[in-house]
Nanobody, 123 residues
Framework: QVQLVESGGGSVQAGGFLRISCAVS????????MGWFRQAPGKEREFVVA???????IDADSVKGRFTISRDYAKNTVYLQMNSLKPEDTAVYYC?????????????????WGQGTQVSVSS
């Protein structure tokens, strides 16, 4: 079993930046590809970014060039650095772990999920 706990969410003005974290405990962190998803009110949960076990990066067009995912193996933590934030980035952000390297844009590829952290961007 793997437990994921997000932190670092909050409120920021448009154009600002925020970094959120996901602490991973349980089975070996290195076994999993990690992803970030988000869900805005009234919308479906959508893919944001992912990083494979070997460090390959995948990101959605909507955040390309603004958001960066990284992982710290010593701390068993994955980060999402969000720059140039827009009001449309407002959502609950979820961290997820997948025991695979492909199909990481899909919700169904993930085995474990965190509880989410709120990010609010005002104009």
């Amino acid at each position: 079993q793997v437990q994921l706990v997000e932190s670092g969410g909050g409120s920021v003005q448009a154009g600002g930046f925020l970094r959120i974290s996901c602490a991973v405990s349980g089975r070996s962190f290195a076994m999993y590809s990690m992803g970030w998803f988000r869900q805005a009110p009234g919308k479906e949960r959508e893919f944001v970014v992912a990083i494979t076990k070997s460090g390959n990066l995948i990101d959605a067009d909507s955040v390309k060039g603004r958001f960066t995912i990284s992982r710290d193996y010593a701390k068993n933590t994955v980060y999402l650095q969000m720059n140039s934030l827009k009001p449309e980035d407002t959502a609950v952000y979820y961290c997820a772990a997948a025991n695979r390297r492909y199909g990481l844009e899909s919700l169904g590829s993930y085995d474990f999920w965190g509880q989410g952290t709120q990010v609010s961007v005002s104009s």
